[in-house]
């Protein structure tokens, strides 16, 4: 089966921008098309699931636990109990992201859903079954109405499907620790207490692009010239019922 139509793809609306977002709009001009091989969907579909929750807390209901796994500081790779669930940074997240194969390896992990979290289950399965094993999947959750965080999620699933970006970006942190040592360790312990240190790199792009935290705009600029053209994946609304 293929991907969903490109008809399908959802074209959120431009953010206006936040406190710490006094930069002006994202310009794509001077970035170049990577060639397919650089895209990890290359032999597969690249499809993103989108998840639009109504509030925070039934959000984090749904996938805290999930990413307290996957990216948690404290409780990366461990299963957290359903009543440690508000406890946990995770239930913070204004957004979540990861691929198909890492919630899967949650959710093993951590065995007995709760209703809320089944729901979610069943959503993710029914979504990818039409494709079978044609599509590469990357899912990224938002509250409804805030379309700012669901750019922030999909500069995840950009950094995730082209492979070029992520070399690139993996590049441009490495030059910011080299010429901005103490911007760097800032920017470091503001992640800390947040995300476990694999994940730092995917969050530098995500939170510098979509005006998160203050930085100099030659950084912002050089995350911009190095984003391709369009976004390497088609997004499919999957609702959580």
Excluded at 141 to 159: G, R
């Amino acid at each position: 089966s293929a991907c969903p139509a490109e008809a399908a793809t959802l074209m959120p609306k431009r953010s206006k921008g936040s406190k710490e977002g006094k930069m002006g709009e994202r310009s794509r001009k001077g970035a170049k098309s990577k060639p397919n091989k650089d895209l990890k969907g290359d032999s597969k579909c690249a499809l993103t699931l989108v998840l639009p929750f109504d509030s925070m807390k039934s959000m984090a209901a749904c996938l805290a636990r999930v990413s307290a796994y996957l990216e948690d500081p404290v409780h990366h790779g461990k299963a957290a109990s359903p009543d440690q669930v508000e406890k946990l940074v995770a239930s913070r997240y204004a957004g979540h992201n990861f691929t198909l194969a890492a919630y899967k390896k949650a959710i093993s992990a951590i065995g007995k859903l709760t209703q809320e979290e089944s729901k979610v289950k069943s959503a993710i399965s029914s979504a990818c079954r039409p494709h079978g094993t044609a599509a590469d999947v990357y899912v990224i959750a938002h509250v409804q109405s805030d379309t700012k965080t669901l750019q922030h999620e999909k500069w995840h699933a950009t950094y995730h499907f082209d492979q070029s970006y992520q070399k690139r970006v993996s590049g441009i942190w490495g030059m910011v620790k080299k010429g901005s040592p103490s911007w760097a360790k800032q920017f470091e312990a503001h992640l800390s207490d947040k995300y476990a240190p694999h994940v730092w790199v995917d969050e530098f792009q995500a939170i510098v692009l979509n005006r998160e935290y203050e930085c100099a705009t030659k950084i912002v600029n050089l995350l911009q010239s190095v984003l391709p053209k369009k976004e390497p994946f088609i997004s499919q609304l999957v609702k959580v019922k």
